[in-house]
């Protein structure tokens, strides 16, 4: 039963979910070298005045909170290439033209920002105000979306099919 409070799903290709492992099961084993220089930075004494002491620490952190953001992300992700839908969703190669000038098109990749170095294709998020603008959109749908300048942008949806990675 769904509770309308679901994200969409995140597809990966097998190629990105398998880069993305990598990346994690590489910062999981860097966790040891990390906490070494954390200690020996610790033994330098004050640490109020250790800049060492900090970067080691800052840098751990950034670690750690990608960590938590891997595993998540590959806990849920769907691996493969998106279904086919009648509507746009995440997963899909969307080309949509601005404003009333059917010259002014771009092509992009609606999905995880994680696939970015897999594609040529620029990727825009779902949840990005064009992303949410389009989410669900049919073709031909005309749609506004407020940029982060604060300018109204009007989008009118060409064509989607499933990104095929």
């Known amino acids: 039963m769904s509770t309308g409070n679901e994200a969409p799903a995140t597809w990966l290709s097998q190629d990105a979910f398998d880069r993305l492992q990598g990346e994690l099961d590489e910062l999981i084993a860097n966790r040891p070298v990390i906490a070494a220089e954390i200690n020996a930075r610790r033994e330098e004494g004050d640490l109020r005045e250790n800049g060492g002491y900090h970067a080691a620490r800052e840098e751990q952190g950034k670690a750690e909170g990608r960590i938590l953001y891997l595993k998540e992300l590959l806990r849920t992700a769907k691996v493969g290439a998106a279904p086919a839908a009648d509507v746009v969703s995440p997963g899909m190669v969307v080309t949509i033209f601005f404003d009333d000038d059917k010259d002014d098109t771009e092509t992009f990749l609606l999905g995880s920002r994680e696939i970015a170095s897999t594609t040529e294709l620029t ?23 407020t940029a982060p300048s604060g300018a109204d942008i009007k989008v009118t949806v060409v064509s989607f099919s499933p990104f095929s990675g």
């Not at 949410?132 to 049919?138: N, S, V």
């Open 123 to 145: 990727v825009y998020s779902p949840e990005s105000a064009l992303g949410q603008a389009i989410l669900g959109g049919r073709a031909g749908q005309t749609c506004t979306y």
